[in-house]
C-alpha cells in the first residue's frame, strides 16, 4: 500500500511509517476519519485500529466534534524540544561571547536573596545546562548583585538617597563593572517581561589581562548587551515550556558559596 501522506520519510518499521503518516495530516489540522484514510492511503480498519491505539497512548485525541488531532503527549514533546533548542541557543551564545572576549562568561538567575549561577562559560571549558554550574551566592556588593539590588532590593532595610540614584542609573544603563574576586567583572542586565530583570549575565577577567584603567572597553561591553539582548528570548522561551522552574527545585539544596 502506498502511503501518500506529506512529508513523509519512510523508514524500515512498517508500523511506524503508517503512524508518520496519520500525524502528517494531523499536522495540517484537525481531520476527520475519512481524510486521513484518504491522505495516507491506509485501509480504513488500518487507520481506525491505529488511531484508536494512539489515543490509548496521547499521541492522537478527539476534539468537539469528532475529529482527530494532535494529542497531549506529543504537544508536551514539543515544549521538551523546544526547550532543549533554546538550551543549544543559549550554550553557543555563551561559547560565542568567551570565544570573542577571552573572559569567563556566566549566567546568574535570582533565588530568594541568593543569586544563582545557572550556566556558564568558562576560559578553559564550557558547561552550559548541567548540574555542575548551579551555584548559590549571597547577594552582595559585586557588580552582579548590584544590577540585582537595581531592579529588586533585597535587603529590608530603607534605601538612601545615594542608593536610590545609584540603582537608577544601573536600570538605565543596564550594565555595571566593578572589581570582585581580584578581576574585573562587567554585568549585564537581562531582560524579562514587562521591564523586569529575568537574569544577569557576567563576563569575569583577571586585572593583568584588562586595560590599565581596569575597564572593559565600549566594544565590549556592546557585544555584551547583544548577547544580554538574545538570552533574554532564549530564556523566554524556557520560561514558556515551565521547565526552567526545574532549576529552583536543584538550587534548593546549594548553599552560598564564593565565586569561582
Known sequence: MTITAPSMVPSSVGVLNKISAILAVLEEGPACLPTVVSETGLTRPTVHRLVLAMQDLGLVEA?????????????????????????CELQRELSGLRATTGASVRLHQRHGDQRICVAEALRHKSVVGEAKPVRAVTIAADPVSRV????????????????????????????????????????????????????????????????????????????????????????RVKEATGLVKGLEGRARGVGPQSVE
Do not use: M, N
Not at 174 to 180: E, F, H, K, L, N
Not at 196 to 213: G, K
Not at 214 to 227: K, L, M, N, P, Q
Open 148 to 235: 540585582f539590588l537595581a531592579w529588586r532590593g533585597f535587603s529590608r532595610g530603607h534605601k538612601t538617597r545615594d542608593e536610590v540614584l545609584a540603582c537608577s542609573r544601573i536600570r538605565h544603563r543596564g550594565w555595571v563593572q566593578g572589581i570582585a574576586d581580584g578581576g574585573l567583572v562587567l554585568a549585564v542586565a537581562v531582560g524579562g517581561g514587562d521591564g523586569d530583570l529575568s537574569a544577569v549575565l557576567s563576563l569575569s577577567s583577571p586585572l593583568q589581562r584588562t586595560r590599565r584603567e581596569a575597564s572593559h572597553g565600549r566594544e565590549v561591553i556592546t557585544i555584551a548587551t547583544e548577547t544580554a539582548a538574545r538570552i533574554s528570548d532564549r530564556l
Open 63 to 87: 476534539d468537539q466534534q469528532g475529529q482527530f488531532i494532535v494529542g497531549p503527549r506529543l504537544t508536551r514533546l514539543a515544549l521538551v524540544a523546544q526547550h532543549a533548542i533554546a538550551d
